[in-house]
């Protein structure tokens, strides 16, 4: 695919003007040393009442002339298709998101961000779907697909929120008690070997009494059998029953993870209940108001795999919707950019994710996700992340700068409110200040939490040093505030990247003058002029961007290779300045693609660092939005197979047990077809069409980080198992 960058330059000239001048869709491709231009429209068909795309040849590119239009002309050359536009939402720590994007060639036709309301997510994203469809003609009706990544999940794990949850654990004996955040506990005897056959069956007066004693005072019901991903019948018969007695949303262990492990799946299986109550009502009052605004269309969930499931698997399933957003962003990006092998780099307000994109998807962690206090068996995209973004708080500790991992208001936006502070910035030398938030819920605070919110209440932002002063025989109250700012009782405004960037005029937001006001305060800290040290702080964001993705391909590839002097070598790596008789410079096979508003900027001489081709999509700045609605209906599994003492393999399927096989190349070629097998039986039943099936072999050696292949006599002897990873991948279903 010819990218838009390797264009002649006067070519993206002319394609710039063009659209400035608000012309009509069209695309250019390249053939040899020729350019050709294909125009594109949509027009109303009254007769069919729905919107149409016409399309056809438009004329040749020639340098220094212009478009220069064919001889001849007719109606007869357009071609006529029904247009098909996506709605794409994403709620980010900052900003929601919403996008339409023609679903043929993933063009955005128009896009608005909304404050996220962390309080209420559906207010930030219905205001951004309203603002959304205001600028531009596509009306709710003419959307065909609606995609959404929101944060709900993610954050009521990590706020605690959630449902109670009662856990029936089917022919676990545990030498000591185990919990895993239910309010209800029973085991019955059952489960089965690793072989997947019945250890002992089920009573069904066992199981129903288990049933109504987890079932009392509960949101919903959780289950997890041993070595149910062997054979997961008891599972299922369990939660059958349990639906029919109770009514109560119900899942099993092997429904969310094949990975083993009774432990894990039972904590997949409780953290999953907690949320189906939070994620159900947020995505009933979603559809509710899609259906008012007149979009018919079917509504996809993004998951933190890459791909995306229906509304009613998403209320089933919600812990398979944690981790979405970054998720969501690797798949923009690719289709924004259109490379299908590339590092994903998504520079946001609150952090920074860095993903490998491998034949169009992103590398998924099949272990599982691990999120706050709760380990997961659920996939998810294999992905580095720090908490530094465009709205991370910068510290200064000796002549270091710490940045993160607290996300704050940035004080150019800030000084909006209160124009009065910047002349104390600037006489105080101190730039972090704290304000009550109006209306907050007091009854969750401590008693000296109390007493500080209660001398504070209503007097605009404060410091540290006035807040201290303000509140009598208090000296230290830094755990207070800490706390306060986490219940929402607090908000902090401080200096960010985003003020370092205002201040250095890399784009405009908010008040310069309040950004300034925080460099100064920041520059007589250090001894150092305004611009001297607005320029070092720069340096030291890209620099530790730089350092991430760097960490992230070594965590990849070079095990326990983390140390003090590697630290110390990497940070030389990644210097743009390379002098001396031996310089040090990483050296990378595929492109580096920034993703979100920040990245041009603070990623604006990545490619120097770390000797690269970095490309910023247009529209990168949406990037999560568009990868939301532009993503696929994935699943995949993974099986291993393993030489055994006999001469034989041995393959263990999930979700199947254990096979045995006289040959290796058999034994692969079986787990091949009942992965991808049953990963199609999956997605036909969720509504996909032009379903694509794939699968890696992966052989790993007794050697650390050696693979080979079977067939070779002297590598076979050194073969610790072959892994069979199957992705099955389809176009998610559209109204027509």
């Known amino acids: 695919m010819v990218q838009r960058s390797e264009y002649d330059q006067w070519v993206q000239d002319w394609i710039r003007k063009e659209k400035e001048g608000g012309r009509k869709c069209f695309d250019v491709k390249k053939s040899g040393n020729s350019y050709y231009v294909y125009y594109q429209t949509t027009r109303y068909n009254s007769a069919t009442k729905k919107r149409e795309k016409v399309s056809g040849y438009l ?5 220094g002339v212009g478009l220069v239009e064919p001889d001849t002309y007719s109606d007869d050359f357009e071609k006529v298709s029904a247009a098909r536009y996506g709605l794409g939402i994403d709620t980010g720590g900052s900003f929601t998101d919403a996008v339409i994007v023609d679903l043929d060639d993933n063009t955005v036709i128009a896009k608005r961000k909304s404050p996220t ?47 109670e949850v009662g856990l029936i654990l089917i022919g676990w004996d545990p030498k000591e008690e185990v919990h895993f955040g239910e309010k209800n506990q029973a ?14 069956p089920l009573s069904k007066d066992e199981v129903t009494k288990a049933i109504m004693e987890v079932s009392k005072g509960v949101d919903a019901i959780a289950i997890s059998g041993l070595f149910a991903v062997a054979n997961s019948q008891q599972e299922k018969k369990v939660k059958d029953l349990a639906v029919k007695l109770t009514g109560l949303p119900t899942v099993a262990g092997h429904e969310l993870s094949a990975a083993l492990g009774i432990d894990l799946r039972a904590e997949t299986a409780v953290l999953n209940g907690k949320l189906i109550p939070i994620v159900t009502k947020f995505f009933d009052d979603v559809e509710k108001t899609f259906r008012e605004k007149g979009i018919k269309a079917p509504i996809m969930v993004y998951k933190g795999d890459g791909s995306v499931m229906n509304l009613e698997d998403a209320k089933r399933y919600p812990i398979q919707t944690i981790l979405s957003g970054p998720a969501a962003s690797s798949m923009g990006g690719k289709v924004l950019s259109g490379y299908e092998n590339c590092i994903m780099v998504d520079i946001g307000g609150t952090s920074t994710d860095i993903a490998v994109m491998e034949g169009g998807f992103p590398q998924i962690q099949f272990e ?33 700068f710490i940045i993160g991992p607290d996300r704050v208001i940035p004080l150019c936006t800030y000084v909006e409110r209160h124009p009065d502070l910047v002349p104390r910035i600037k006489h105080s030398e101190i730039y972090e200040y704290y304000e009550t938030v109006p209306g907050f819920d007091r009854s969750v605070l401590t008693e000296k939490e109390l007493r500080i919110f209660d001398t504070i209440d209503g007097k605009g932002p404060l410091n ?24 929402e009782g607090l908000i902090i405004a401080s200096l960010t990247p985003t003020d370092v960037m205002v201040f250095l005029k890399k784009f405009e937001l908010g ?11 920041l520059s007589e800290r250090l001894g150092m002029s305004k611009r001297q040290a607005a320029t070092a702080v720069f340096e030291e964001i890209k620099a530790q961007v730089a350092e991430v993705i760097m960490t992230k391909m070594l965590d990849d590839d070079l095990r326990g290779w983390d140390g003090h002097g590697s630290r110390v070598m990497l940070r030389r790596m990644v210097s743009p300045v390379r002098e001396g008789f031996m310089t040090m410079a990483p050296k990378f096979s595929v492109p580096i693609i920034g993703i979100g508003a920040p990245s041009r900027y603070m990623m604006e001489d990545l490619a120097e660092r770390l000797n690269a081709d970095v490309y910023f999509p247009e529209n990168n700045d949406v990037g999560n939005a568009v990868g939301a609605v532009s993503s696929k209906l994935a699943e995949s599994l993974s099986a291993t197979i393993s030489p055994t003492p006999d001469y034989r393999f041995l393959a263990n399927i999930p979700f199947a047990g254990a096979a045995y096989y006289t040959h290796l190349d058999t034994a692969v070629a079986a787990t091949r077809r009942w992965l991808e097998s049953f990963l199609e039986k999956n997605l036909l039943a969720a509504g996909a069409r032009n379903i694509v099936k794939t699968s890696k ?40």
Not at 123 to 152: E, H, M, R, W
Request: glycine share 12%; with cysteine; aromatic share 4%.
């Open 59 to 63: 004329g040749k590119l020639v340098e």
């Open 117 to 163: 309301t962390h309080n209420d997510l559906s207010i930030g994203l219905y205001n951004s779907v309203d603002a959304v469809f205001a600028s531009c003609d596509i009306k709710p009706q003419d959307i065909s697909l609606v995609g959404i990544s929101t944060t709900l999940a993610t954050n009521s794990v990590l706020e605690g929120h959630g449902g």
């Open 187 to 200: 085991m019955v005897k059952g489960g089965c070997d690793s072989a997947g056959r019945a250890v002992h």
């Open 511 to 521: 008040s310069r003058e309040g950004a300034e006001a925080g460099i100064i305060a």
């Open 464 to 487: 540290k040093m006035e807040i201290v002063n303000m509140v009598e025989g208090l000296w230290v109250i830094e755990d207070e505030l800490c706390s306060m700012v986490r219940k």
């Open 368 to 400: 599982g996700a691990s999120i706050g206090k709760w380990r997961t068996r659920v996939k998810a995209v294999d992905m580095c992340t720090i908490a530094l973004g465009g709205d991370s708080k910068i510290n200064v500790d000796g002549n270091k």
């Open 697 to 736: 072999i992966k052989t790993y050696m007794a050697t650390e980080g050696g693979v080979g292949d079977w067939e070779d006599e002297t590598t076979a002897r050194t073969v610790n198992f072959v892994e069979v990873i199957s992705r099955v991948v389809g176009d998610p279903p559209e109204m027509l």
